[in-house]
C-alpha cells in the first residue's frame, strides 16, 4: 500500500494533530477524531482534513498573537471540531458568490449521510443581484432536499465575529463558510475562549 504524504506541511498546526480522510462520502458513523476505518481507493488529495478544536486553542495560546491556521490556504477542507461533535443544527453562510455555492455543495456531498435529521439555517446578504438569485434559490432548495428544516435569513454580516455570535445564541452545532475568514477566526478564538459568549458545542467546517 503507497503511503500518502502528509497535508501536516502546509499547516502552522502540528502535525500530531491533524487528521486526513480520503473517502468521497463521510459514512454516518462518521467520527472526527477517529482515523478513517476503511481505505478509499481515491485520488491522492484528502476530501478532509479534521483537527480538535481544543487542541488548535492550545496552539494558538502558544504564540503571543493569533495567526491563520495555514500557511498557504489549500483546497482541503478542514474541520475544527470540539469533543462533542454534531450536525444536528448548521449554520450556513452563503455570500452570494458561486465560491460560496460551491463551498456548501462539496459539503453536502461529503456529510450527507450525517445530516438528514439535521436542522439547517442559511445566512444570505440582504441584497443578492437579480443574476444571483437563482443561484440563491438552488442552495435554498438543496439544502432543504438534504435536512429534515431549513429556515433561511438575510443578514449584512461582514465579519466572521458576526457569524460565530449568531451560532453561539442560536446554539448551532457547526458553522459552515469560507477559508478567507481563518486569519480573523483565529483572532476570535484567541481572544474569546472560555468567556461568556464561549460555546462548546460549535465546531467549524473551513473551505474555499
Not at 81 to 108: C, E, M, W
Not at 159 to 170: L, T
Amino acid at each position: 500500500m503507497e503511503i500518502k504524504t502528509s497535508y501536516a506541511a502546509k499547516f502552522h498546526l502540528p502535525e500530531q494533530i491533524l487528521k486526513e480522510y480520503y473517502c468521497p462520502q463521510l459514512t454516518a458513523d462518521f467520527s472526527p477524531s477517529d482515523y478513517e476505518r476503511e481505505f478509499c481507493e481515491s485520488d491522492e488529495i484528502p476530501s478532509l482534513i479534521s483537527v480538535d478544536l481544543y487542541k488548535v486553542l492550545d496552539w494558538l495560546h502558544g504564540s503571543d498573537l493569533p495567526k491563520p491556521l495555514e500557511k498557504e490556504v489549500c483546497e482541503i477542507p478542514v474541520l475544527l471540531y470540539v469533543s462533542d461533535f454534531s450536525t444536528q443544527h448548521l449554520l450556513f453562510h452563503y455570500d452570494g458568490t458561486p465560491q460560496s455555492a460551491n463551498l456548501i455543495k462539496r459539503y453536502i456531498a461529503l456529510f450527507s449521510n450525517l445530516i438528514s435529521d439535521s436542522k439547517a439555517t442559511i445566512i444570505s446578504p440582504s441584497f443578492i443581484p437579480k443574476s444571483k438569485i437563482r443561484e440563491e434559490q438552488e442552495i435554498i432548495q438543496l439544502v432543504s432536499q438534504s435536512t429534515r428544516e431549513t429556515s433561511f435569513i438575510k443578514f449584512n454580516f461582514s465579519r466572521i465575529g458576526d457569524f460565530w455570535s449568531y451560532a453561539v445564541k442560536q446554539n448551532c452545532t457547526l458553522l459552515v463558510t469560507t477559508k478567507e475568514y481563518q486569519a480573523d477566526l483565529a483572532k476570535v478564538l484567541f481572544h474569546f475562549y472560555k468567556g461568556k459568549m464561549w460555546s462548546s458545542r460549535l465546531s467549524f467546517y473551513l473551505s474555499v
